[in-house]
T-cell receptor, first 110, second 113 residues
Framework: QKEVEQNSGPLSVPEGAIASLNCTYS??????FFWYRQYSGKSPELIMS????GDKEDGRFTAQLNKASQYVSLLIRDSQPSDSATYLC??????????FGAGTRLFVKA | DTGVSQNPRHKITKRGQNVTFRCDPI?????LYWYRQTLGQGPEFLTY????????KSRLLSDRFSAERPKGSFSTLEIQRTEQGDSAMYLC???????????FGSGTQLSVL
């Protein structure tokens, strides 16, 4: 079992819709959870962090964490073509090593 | 620009040659990480420095790989006797203190022919 699992996609949504990205992780001791966005040919860029159960909202982005289910999600409201990218879920178990999933490719159709 | 800087951006080398990459982290960040990313995969952890001390190396990092961070500033990653399987994007990231938020450089794309 991979430590951080994501559906590779591609996930295709129309412009203005809500995109829902999901991630599961295997280490119950994980403490910090992140979503990075990576455009093709570019390096990952942090867009959200979440540390406790529940929802965290930042603009059009909402991160959701359920530690009991070992599940993290990212919602993107009012999706724009510029949101088309690969979204990487990342998990830190409390040390210095952050483990990344393989990413979900998102396409937002204009 | 005070972001993470990596060079070169691209490196093409022949199998068996040695290559060295450089990373300059954000100046106030004391933690520095090297990751490797291949097409369709997420970044894979290679090694981590806190100041000048290398505190962990992944088992992915064979004896052909070595990393240094002299004086706790910039870091270098050297690959000796490169193999075609070493072809990947090598990403450097830095963070401040115990904050695990990683700031990535633009990466070095290595192609081994």
């Amino acid at each position: 079992q991979k430590e951080v699992e994501q559906n590779s996609g591609p996930l295709s949504v129309p412009e203005g819709a809500i995109a829902s990205l999901n991630c599961t992780y295997s280490d119950r001791g994980s403490q910090s959870f992140f979503w990075y966005r990576q455009y093709s040919g570019k390096s990952p860029e942090l867009i959200m962090s979440i540390y406790s159960n529940g929802d965290k909202e930042d603009g059009r982005f909402t991160a959701q964490l359920n530690k009991a289910s070992q599940y993290v999600s990212l919602l993107i409201r009012d999706s724009q073509p510029s949101d088309s990218a690969t979204y990487l879920c990342a998990v830190n178990t409390g040390g210095f090593k952050t483990i990344f999933g393989a990413g979900t490719r998102l396409f937002v159709k204009a | 620009d005070t972001g993470v800087s990596q060079n070169p951006r691209h490196k093409i080398t022949k199998r068996g040659q040695n290559v060295t990459f450089r990373c300059d982290p954000i100046s106030e960040h004391n933690r520095l990480y090297w990751y490797r990313q291949t097409l369709g995969q997420g970044p894979e952890f290679l090694t981590y420095f806190q100041n000048e001390a290398q505190l962990e190396k992944s088992r992915l990092l064979s004896d052909r790989f070595s990393a240094e961070r002299p004086k706790g500033s910039f870091s270098t990653l050297e690959i000796q006797r490169t193999e075609q399987g070493d072809s990947a994007m090598y990403l450097c990231a830095s963070s401040r203190g115990s904050n695990e938020k990683l700031f990535f450089g633009s990466g070095t794309q290595l192609s081994v022919l």
